[in-house]
């Protein structure tokens, strides 16, 4: 498997994986009727958005692999 590959998908991997949680943790807070602490709206966007940015990154370094023909 070519380096550019095993990059993407373990890019890819890692934001799946973390979209899986937070979507487990919410379910787990919302049953439980837990709110979080006032104040902690820019960590939950982070935490939100940084699924997507991983799973961006490997779109982009496969695509960028894929055209300039890396190993």
Excluded: Q
Excluded at 13 to 30: Q, Y
Aim: charged content about 5%; hydrophobic content about 60%.
């Amino acid at each position: 498997m070519k380096s550019y590959v095993k990059l993407a998908s373990g890019f890819m991997l890692t934001g799946i994986g973390a979209v899986a949680l937070e979507r487990a943790i919410a379910g787990g807070m919302a049953s439980g009727n837990i709110h979080l602490p006032a104040g902690t709206g820019g960590l939950v966007s982070v935490l939100a958005l940084a699924p997507l940015a991983l799973i961006a990154a490997g779109i982009v370094v496969y695509i960028g692999g894929a055209v300039l023909g890396l190993k």
